[in-house]
């Protein structure tokens, strides 16, 4: 085998991936921690709190984040997925994409200013979509890597669709926000004429328009009329150097206007040359004004000209100065943009009369405010918008019939459809399928038209129905003034001779890419190029044209980077559906009857309320708009929109895969309602709303009204134990019981009022202390629990209340009214977790969780592959940390010889000795972008600062936190000899570590460091009084100095371990920690109490899998008897137990001759026991047996059996009894693999169960099914009712209350089977003697009962096994396995650190009255006898520091470094009043 | 032209005479030819189910094989019949022998609603709308059979059916969001239980009002009868005035699509819904 790798990937940052990164890196392995999401945390981080301890879940996982995050040998890699794994165990490749940020995160500060700057609303799913989010975002406050992310998706196709590329989604979600004249920036950037294309575009970007699938697009051209008409102030335009070269544009139209202005802020001096009398061609003279204000022409034109663009009008290019004349004045280059004025003919007889007025030439003399003559009937021919335009005009010019003549249909009309509805509004008649043939003339006047009825034939090349002439259909059509409005050509008479190359149809060929002509320097685009087209095209041929003359006039690449890039267009998705419906918004216009008679503007334009409303209609398809709001706002130049994704390859032995679960998607039970009801909601998301930071701030409100909601009512088992297997799965989602209880608990905690009920089906409390809680919910709480499953929710349409109908405990069906139905919705495998694991070719199981076996959980089918969390099934929080731990003890054994081979250490300088120095004290105040400084006045602070005693150093910095600023501390340092820092700035939880490493490494000890959080306690919770924040910012900063003058360097000392461990307990758990220990390289002792190894194993002959626990048991201990690194005791004990962490020295005792053993490590596995029942005629008659007496029967005496017709089995024999409150967890599915077994035998034997609840939680549901498939009998009964057993003539004659029938059953088995209750061992002494304490019921009782299941408060004391609580052997085999980990992690460097914030005894005060030691919560410190008596002495390595002993003691003798008597009160007087000090 | 057979079946050619003529008025404006099955007998909904069931497929199957003579669709407008028609067909396919007629299960079964919320009848519903349905509230009400049982049906969406909430809106009208719109009426109690019907018409017709709707639109001939005649007795009951039309998609199509027939089908109410739409200017 190749050599190994000493690092293990980790994939998936929830807590599982959290706790393994953390246990790997303890035991000496490097990390890399991939996490697909921006931050790690995982679901836990959306939790409100947990179950049975109501623990905030944010406060107990955040230390955890830090933790991890700062971790030396853990480097995580956020917003990234595995690609590919490679290799074989101990040596693989890894490639990882990371996702592009757009942020850098070395620049980001996580100041949170950016989200506020960006007008992007994208449902906030961290909040589970209850409230929006920004475009740019962190998940959460507390993320780690506290760095924000900018969402992107595909491109919103309305930016994509305009010729000119304009960002349409970034300026109308700054519309909708108000910003209008960052909006209209946005729109300069690609178009100077926004107010006129903001009237005359015909807008293709409104067809493609995503929201036109919901009801209507969005207003695009008019939001950006209505932007150009508020801004009246001048933009600031960015104006690049002035270069020399000049530049000359034929034609003011869109094309040369748009050309000239991006060659102007190029720097470029810039000639326009218009032949018209005015400025604007086409625009001028081809738009009537009451479609185009020429006000308004004008002023976007001299915006045009401001830039430094001079138009020169009657200037026409032609004989009199042609193109070379220009290059020979000095221009260097040339666009011509001179538009398509000629008009094209109609080539029937009379065109030539006077009465005959071309449609261009109509509209250009009208709008040059020249004499027309149009008679009382016009009839203007054609369907184009020159059409609607000359015969709008020709009415508005005294015109009494005006008529349009098509030769097609309606529908092929290329006219805007508004066009075409205000010309019918002004009555305008329309003429379809008409083509004219001949022009009457009488008296060299005209009389009327000759046309010909026309009929739609096949499509032609333009796709439209082509117009075939019905002969002999004839008609007049009588008319004074005809208007041909049929095309226009461009005019190139002037380029004659000029070696411009042109097409077959008229136009100048250019280059597509470049719109370079035949000759060189000379440029061309808009009509004149394309042919009579839109004006926005026009516009863009103007902005390509300018940027190939820049590249033209610098001798650059004309061509690179301008292909056209294949983007995606964002399509329609399922989930803006759910949107509400809103018409779009219609702009007031004159009536009708009016506007006829005149040239005012038609459209009023939009309000702005109007404006906001029409712009908030947009859906963001594209998600970030790239505004680029965010790289304006961000003062420290961490947004980088140019991002790109990047492949990181590196190599690892071994890989860990904790990729969670997905919430079970309720939308799928339709009958719920959920998605379609706002006030059904999913659990997860009624977790969003009791937390503080959720979307309601932690006020428990209903989502349809904001209301708060009195009768609340939980559904369970959405999702899950779904037998019909089309909307649901099969299996028990483990977890949703405990939550729901939970959730209705602080629900009731939030709001007095609250009526919580729970409609549930089995209440599944089988975990530690978990039935204690459901009790006290029912019975404190007034939780109202119902027996039934719930077939449908329905809405009270006015109140949105909702109605659920059920079967009440008498067999009724009810109905009842709530406010908020919360569906406890189950854990599936996460879509990312499976093609993660499609990519690591890994078997999954029916379900789709990671198939893993039942003796070896978490291996994976792929060797060196491990698993933990809810991607191996579903599981609770504790479960998943001993996981977590257990696949870091499979990792860490395959790896354990190249354990600390990959792992970093840190060097720092020589510290440098302060003593005796006068302070030197160095102040850094922190604006924290605008997050402090935008209410404190940090000025005030800073020169406040400079005043205080000790300071020799003052700097304000913008961001104290980032990269360039600890450069700055550094220096600052060692320029002015500083011995003390202080910060003020944030929290010291997040940031006082990392400026304790900064002084370090320039040689200042971590703790002559002291932060103050001017952020949370002045500018966040004073934001509206800015001056008391910024004078409570100088109490605070006064405090700090303060301190910071008594600050002392410490020492935290290294104590050296015993590599070896202890196992108190020969059953399962206790052999499989001793082989996993010496998998890791650790000797051990393992010590039992009986003569033979094995434990509750030895009485278990079969799994309800299915697998052979006998020859589990044979194999595990032979295994342990030939490991030379374990030392077997058998009928021994452990008689004593001293030392601490890393120094343990115990006794065992065997046969009555002591053992002395040295050890760093202790693990408790000493197991339980089944009850003896005292109740059900147990001991009195044979026929009556428990559980584990029939397992035995089943195996060894079979016959027994077989002889058996009816055997009932009782459940919860003793436990959840109010004298042992809890359940025994296992009892259910020993019951079902017991009663399976016999039915495996005996089809024919009648098996019935008495349950309470039937807690075959997880994926053992499966065999709850099997075992009623196969015809097993479930009763319930209730604690109040149980089962009568009692002898009649000789037999068995048991009584129960069947509930569904509502009435006595009498039942006469020949075998009753007791599951009785499992209890532990008496383990007062040992726990006394291990310092460790016990739970009501008599079971170790683990440090943290979420985070640390199976550490001890005590370092160095582990747990694993029934100890700790009822479990399987899957469950026992994780748990040693975890507590290995742990143990190993706890010694693996070979020392254990000391704190250097703990507590001292002064024993010259102290009197040795052991109020300390009887006080510590850790047992870290104790009374020793010395030579002057009993004192008192801290043991180092167990001290946290918490100051318990030094509050406490009476003689004032114990001292907690860094937090000394003297210090603190140095920091209170500083806040007494100078005077007042003074005084005193 | 399309052209499509038509099984009227009792209750248009009884007491749903207003169903008929909206069906026929509306096809026809639709280019839309109706072919009525020659010599149709009864299709077993009303009691043969229940009591015979060979009798029970072969009313249907007689039925089926005269439509399964030529090769058009088969619109039902009853939902009565629709139900026993596609027992029918499934019967045929999962055990043919029990068909005595020579039906052999290729009849498209086209129940009214869905043919008419179809892509290409939409399509030409919605260029033909003349006076859209501005301002008027309704709710869909699809009852029980429409979309149940969903193995007979194949209608995916059975528990919240939405294609004539689209139909609806298309015609401009506000179809309002509704828990109840595939509730049973309890028209097949009718004769048996009225209790029963009475509360379950009466939970509807309350919810109904309770959502502010105008009037309550349906597809199914038994509901409307149902809804729109005890709305006296179950008023009383409860004290409240329902005065809630009960109408016929088909007569909404008609309508809106400017029908000049509507007034005389919308007039063959018990509740009478002219009022209401005349105060909605849709009249």
Not at chain 1, 760 to 782: L, N, P, S, T, V
Not at chain 1, 926 to 938: S, T
Request: with cysteine.
């Amino acid at each position: 085998m190749a050599d190994k790798v000493g690092a293990v990937m980790v994939v998936g940052g929830g807590i599982a991936g959290i706790q393994a990164s953390l246990d790997l890196a303890e035991s000496g392995y490097y990390v890399y921690l991939v996490e697909a999401s921006p931050a790690i945390g995982g679901v836990m981080a959306q939790l409100d709190k947990t179950f049975p301890t109501n623990d905030c879940s944010m406060c107990i996982l955040s230390p955890k984040l830090v933790e991890a995050g700062r971790h030396l040998n853990i480097q995580t890699l956020t917003y990234s997925e595995v690609m590919k794994v490679e290799g074989q165990p101990g040596d693989f490749e890894i490639t990882v994409r990371k996702k592009p940020r757009y942020i850098d995160p070395l620049k980001c500060t996580g100041c949170g200013e950016c989200p506020q700057a960006c007008p992007v609303p994208i449902k906030n799913l961290f909040d589970e979509g209850l409230v929006d989010r920004k475009a740019i975002y962190r998940p959460y406050a507390q993320a780690f890597p506290n760095i924000f992310t900018i969402e992107k998706g595909e491109r919103a196709p309305c930016g994509l669709t305009c010729p000119a590329g304009i960002n349409i989604q970034g300026y109308v979600a700054l519309t909708g926000v108000g910003k209008y004249k960052e909006a209209l920036s946005l729109i300069w950037e690609d178009l100077p004429l926004p107010g006129v294309l903001g009237r005359i575009c015909p807008h293709p970007c409104e067809k493609e328009c995503n929201r036109k699938e919901l009801d209507e697009p969005i207003a695009i051209c008019e939001l950006k009329r209505f932007v150009a008409d508020q801004i009246k102030t001048e933009l600031p335009i960015q104006k690049e150097e002035a270069k020399e070269e000049k530049v000359a544009i034929v034609g003011s139209g869109p094309a040369g206007l748009t050309a000239g202005a991006y060659l102007a802020t190029k720097g470029y001096p810039v000639t326009i040359f218009e032949a018209l009398p005015v400025m604007g061609g086409m625009l001028y003279t081809g738009i009537p004004s009451y479609r185009l204000p020429r006000d308004l022409l004008a002023e976007e034109i001299k915006t045009i000209q401001s830039l430094g663009v001079e138009i020169k009008t009657n200037f026409p290019i032609g004989p009199h100065l042609t193109l070379d004349d220009l290059f020979r004045q000095g221009y260097r280059a040339v666009f011509l943009g001179v538009g398509a004025h000629q008009d094209q003919k109609l080539n029937i007889p009379g065109e030539e009369n006077p009465n005959v007025i071309p449609g261009v030439v109509f509209l250009r003399k009208a709008n040059l405010g020249e004499k027309v003559e149009v008679g009382r009937r016009v009839a203007v021919i054609g369907g184009g918008n020159v059409a609607m335009d000359a015969a709008r005009t020709s009415l508005r010019m005294g015109a009494q019939e005006v008529s349009i003549l098509y030769r097609r249909s309606l529908s092929e009309m290329p006219a805007n459809e508004e066009e075409i509805k205000e010309a019918e509004e002004e009555g305008i008649q329309f003429q379809f399928l008409t083509a004219p043939t001949e022009i009457m003339i009488k008296d060299g006047k005209v009389t009327s038209l000759r046309c010909l009825r026309m009929e739609l034939g096949e499509p032609d090349a333009s796709g439209r129905r082509r117009p075939v002439p019905i002969q002999g259909s004839d008609f007049f059509v009588e008319t004074e003034t005809i208007i041909p409005a049929i095309g226009q050509t461009p005019d190139l008479s002037f380029l004659q001779g000029m070696m411009i190359e042109t097409t077959p149809q008229g136009t100048i060929n250019v280059d597509p890419t470049t719109l370079q002509t035949s000759r060189e320097g000379v440029f061309a685009g808009g009509d004149a190029v394309s042919g009579p087209w839109i004006a926005i095209e026009a516009v863009a041929a103007g902005k390509e044209a300018a940027l190939s003359i820049d590249r033209y006039l610098r001798g650059k690449d004309l061509y690179e980077g301008r292909e056209k890039p294949n983007i995606q267009k964002a399509r329609f998705e399922e989930i803006y559906a759910d949107q509400p419906k809103s018409p779009r918004e219609r702009m007031e216009m004159i009536p009708a009857e009016e506007r006829r008679k005149n040239f005012s503007e038609v459209k009023k334009g939009f309000s702005e309320e109007q404006a906001k409303k029409e712009a908030q209609r947009c859906l963001n398809c594209g998600l970030c708009s790239e505004c680029l709001q965010c790289v304006a706002l961000c003062k420290a130049g961490a947004v980088n929109h140019q991002m790109k994704e990047e492949m990181i390859k590196f190599k690892v032995g071994s890989v860990i895969l904790s990729p969670g679960f997905d919430e079970y998607d309720p939308g799928r039970l339709i009958p719920y309602g959920y998605g379609r009801f706002p006030n059904v909601i999913s659990s997860i998301q009624f977790e969003r709303i009791l937390s503080a930071s959720g979307p309601f701030q932690g006020n428990l409100l209903r989502p349809s009204d904001r209301k708060a909601p009195k009768k609340v009512a939980w559904i369970q088992c959405a999702g899950s134990r779904d037998m019909t297997g089309n909307d649901g799965n099969e299996y028990c989602s483990s977890v949703c019981c405990m939550y729901a209880i939970k959730e209705a608990v602080i629900a009731k905690e939030h709001h007095h009022e609250v009526e919580p009920t729970i409609f549930y089906m089995d209440i599944r409390a089988h975990g530690k202390d978990f039935d204690a809680y459901y009790e006290r919910a029912k019975q404190e709480y007034g939780v109202r629990f119902i027996r039934s499953m719930v077939s449908r929710v329905a809405e009270r349409p006015k109140t949105k209340n909702l109605m659920i109908a059920y079967v009440d405990s008498e067999g009724k069906v009810k109905e009842e009214e709530f406010e908020l139905v919360v569906l406890s919705v189950g854990l599936t495998p996460s879509k990312g977790a499976k093609e993660l694991a499609q990519k690591l070719g890994l078997e999954l199981n029916t379900y789709g969780f990671c198939k893993t076996e039942e003796f070896s959980p978490l291996q994976t089918s792929q060797p060196g592959i491990y698993v933990c969390g809810a991607f191996q099934g579903p599981k609770d929080i504790p479960e998943t940390v001993a996981q977590a731990s257990a696949a870091v003890a499979g990792a860490s054994s395959l790896l354990a010889d190249v354990r600390g081979t990959l792992t970093k250490k840190k060097d720092y300088p020589a510290e440098i000795d302060v003593k005796g120095q006068e302070p030197r004290i160095g102040v850094f105040v922190c604006h924290c972008g605008i997050n402090i400084g935008g209410v404190v006045n940090v000025q005030e602070v800073k020169d406040y600062a400079k005043t205080l005693e000790g300071v020799a150093f003052v700097e304000e910095n913008l961001y104290t936190c980032s990269q360039d600023t600890q450069e700055k501390i550094k220096k600052a340092v060692q320029e002015n000899q500083l011995n003390r820092v202080v910060v003020a700035s944030c929290s010291p939880r997040t940031h006082e570590p990392m400026f304790q490493e900064t002084i370090r490494e320039m040689g200042l000890n971590k703790y002559l460091f002291e932060m103050t959080n001017i952020r949370d306690q002045c500018s966040w919770v004073h934001m509206h009084q800015p001056k008391e924040a910024t004078e409570k910012a100088k109490e605070l900063l006064r405090m700090a100095v303060a301190k910071s003058k008594l600050l002392q360097p410490l020492k935290e000392p290294l104590v050296e371990v015993i590599k070896k461990g202890l196992i108190i307990g020969g059953g399962l758990a206790g052999m499989r920690a001793a082989l996993e220990l010496a998998r890791q390289g650790l000797d051990c002792a393992l010590v039992e109490k009986e003569a033979e190894l094995g434990g509750n194993l030895r009485h278990i002959y079969h799994t309800i899998e299915g697998n052979d626990s006998q020859a589990l048991l044979q194999k595990t201990i032979s295994e342990v008897l030939e490991n030379p690194r374990i030392q077997v005791f058998t009928k021994a004990e452990l008689k004593n137990l001293g030392g601490y962490v890393g120094n343990f020295k115990s006794i065992i005792s065997t046969n009555g001759s002591d053992k002395e053993f040295e050890h760093g490590v202790v693990i408790v596995a000493v197991g339980a026991k089944e009850s003896t029942p005292t109740e059900y005629l147990y001991g009195q008659d044979g026929r009556v047996i428990t559980q584990k007496e029939l397992e035995e029967k089943i195996a060894l005496r079979g016959e027994e059996i077989n002889r058996c017709r009816h055997i009932v089995m009782i459940q919860c024999v003793g436990s959840r009894t109010p004298e042992r409150p809890n359940c025994s967890r296992i009892c259910c599915s020993v019951a079902v693999k017991n009663g399976l077994k016999i039915k495996e035998k005996n089809p024919d034997t009648k098996i019935t169960i008495l349950y309470r609840d039937i807690r075959t939680y997880g994926l053992m549901e499966r065999y709850y099914t099997q075992a009623r498939n196969k015809g097993i009998e479930f009763i319930q009964y209730e604690l109040d009712a149980k089962p009568d057993l009692n002898l009649k003539e000789g037999g068995l004659q048991l009584k129960v209350k069947d509930k569904i029938l509502g009435e006595e059953i009498i039942l006469q088995p020949d075998l009753v089977v007791l599951a009785s209750a499992i209890v532990p061992y008496e383990n007062e002494a040992l726990a006394k003697m291990l310092k460790v304490p016990l739970t009501a019921d008599g079971f170790f009782l683990e440090a943290h009962m979420k985070l640390r299941p199976v550490d001890f408060a005590t370092d160095g004391i582990f747990l694993a096994g029934m100890a700790h609580f009822p479990k399987s052997i899957t469950e026992s085999i994780s748990q040693a396995d975890a507590a290995v980990a742990r143990a190993t992690a706890s010694i693996a460097k070979g020392y254990v650190s000391v704190l250097a914030t703990i507590s001292e005894v002064d024993q010259t005060r102290c009197v040795g009255c052991g109020l300390c030691e009887l006080l510590c919560p850790f047992s870290a410190i104790r009374v020793v006898e010395t030579e002057k008596g009993s004192k008192a002495e801290t043991i180092a390595a167990s001290c946290k520091g918490c100051g318990v002993c030094s509050a406490s003691c009476p003689q004032k003798a114990v001292t907690v470094h860094h937090f000394s008597d003297e210090q603190l009160t140095a920091q209170i007087e500083a806040l007494l009043p100078v005077e007042g000090k003074k005084a005193a | 032209m399309k052209e499509i057979s038509y099984y009227p079946g009792c209750s248009l050619h009884g007491t749903a005479g207003e169903y008929d003529d909206s069906i026929r008025d509306v096809s026809n404006l639709l280019d839309i030819q109706l072919h009525e099955l020659e010599d149709w007998t009864c299709c077993g909904a009303s009691s043969a189910h229940c009591t015979d069931e060979e009798l029970a497929i072969d009313l249907a199957a007689r039925n089926l094989a005269i439509a399964e003579k030529s090769d058009r669709e088969l619109l039902v407008p009853c939902v009565a019949c629709y139900s026993r028609f596609k027992c029918a067909e499934k019967e045929s396919k999962e055990h043919p022998e029990k068909i005595h007629f020579s039906y052999r299960g290729n009849v498209p079964i086209r129940y009214a609603l869905d043919f008419f919320c179809e892509g290409p009848v939409l399509e030409e519903i919605k260029k033909k709308i003349r006076k859209p349905l501005s301002g008027l509230k309704v709710v869909c009400y699809y009852g029980c059979l429409t979309v149940r049982p969903p193995k007979v049906t194949g209608i995916k969406e059975y528990e919240n059916p939405q294609h004539m909430d689209h139909l609806m809106e298309l015609l401009g009208a506000e179809p309002i969001p509704w828990s109840y719109k595939a509730d049973c009426c309890g028209a097949s109690l009718v004769m048996t239980r009225t209790d029963i019907v009475r509360r379950l018409s009466g939970k509807l017709l309350s919810m109904a009002k309770e959502a502010e709707a105008d009037c309550l639109v349906t597809g199914c001939p038994m509901c409307h009868a149902n809804l729109d005649t005890r709305q006296e007795e179950l008023g009383k009951e409860v004290g409240e005035n329902f005065n809630l039309p009960v109408l016929y998609f088909t007569e909404l199509i008609g309508l809106a699509l400017g029908h000049k027939d509507a007034k005389k089908w919308l007039g063959h109410h018990i509740t009478d819904p002219i009022k209401m739409l005349n105060s909605k200017g849709l009249m």
